[in-house]
């Protein structure tokens, strides 16, 4: 989801240069909201692995 939000803000830049304003705009939003949802998700996540006390091996 993360390549996704920054995928789009790439997208917009490149738009942005060329000129198309509109299509830029849309593509910056919709990379916020992929990027609010990850952080979100992200966030869940980590709060419920602390809740329940389990720990993901490959970090150890």
Known sequence: MIRAAISFFIIAIIAYVLGANNIAGLSVEIGKI???????????????????GR???RLL
Do not use: W
């Open 34 to 52: 992929l990027l609010f949802v990850f952080l979100i998700l992200a966030a869940i996540s980590l709060v419920t692995s602390l809740v329940s």
């Open 55 to 57: 720990r993901n091996k």
